[in-house]
């Protein structure tokens, strides 16, 4: 397996990982999902007004899906429901379509639960769309730019071979093809690509950790940026139509992250590959009419 990832030479990854880090946005200390699940277990019923050890595990995760931010960086670090966490909660609910109580139900916590893409759900500062969104800014290719060129780099290995890897991403890509102006096309050589797509764990410096098993599960940048990261430690399925109980489906992730590199932000609508979240073992490989009309709304305006 290791023979078929491509690998940088020291000098190249250093180089790599220096301008991931001058060209990120960070998210507040992300915390591993193991950690994050307990506390999910001891603040489930919790309510404003009361003060629960785990809440500020909470308080991050909403911090880093764009639901609640401080003046003062110090109020994540208290385990105290206050007005602004039960306002944040009260718009996570509004967007995954729970009934919104603003207290962390048993709902509530199932969702946050899921395991995820890592870019935010919120990016513009309100759920100002009723489905799909675009990034602050709304950046995007323009227009003379509509052939991307693709590379796959990993400096991590994960438990598919580079030979699924391509397949999985040619059909991602394909499916955007299909209901757009773009093509895409493979290159090997990485000085060509336009976008550039890799494996890898934990800190991998571009200030966005991933978190291990579950939780994260990938991000992209938005136009014309071009990175996309996957988690290597997810157990990822081939490009085949059967995904296991176990796996993540890579097709769908990668269609979900390709979406985040055209310039579309999160959807609220769960038929949307744009959604957030997705199951293990889900499959979902077709794009839905809020995708094509997000796509679309964005490179006509």
Known sequence: MAKNLLYLSKA????????????????????RIPEFSKSLKDVE???KGQRVQGLREVKHYLNKCGY????DSDN?????????????IKTYQTFFHLKVTGKLDTDTIKKMSM???????????SLTCPQFTFFRGEPKWPYYKRHLQYAIVSIAIPNVNLTEIKKACSLAFGEWARFSDFRFEFTDYVGHADLILGFHRGEHGDG??????????????????GRLHFDADEIWSDSSYRVRSNQVDLVGIAMHEIGHLLGLGHSRDELAIMFPGIAKGQFK???SFDDRDGLLTLYSS
Do not use: W
């Open 285 to 287: 490989r077709s794009l």
């Open 115 to 125: 395991p995820r893409c890592g870019v935010a759900d919120i990016i513009n500062g």
């Open 208 to 225: 966005n950790a991933f978190d291990g098993r579950d939780g994260t599960l990938a991000h992209a940048f938005p136009p014309t940026n």
């Open 45 to 47: 019923e919790s309510q």
């Open 68 to 71: 609640l931010n401080y003046e």
């Open 12 to 31: 190249s990854l250093l180089l790599l990982i220096q301008l991931l880090a001058i060209q990120s946005d960070s998210f507040t200390n992300a915390k």
């Open 76 to 88: 994540f670090e208290e385990d105290e429901f206050d007005e602004a966490l039960e306002v944040a």
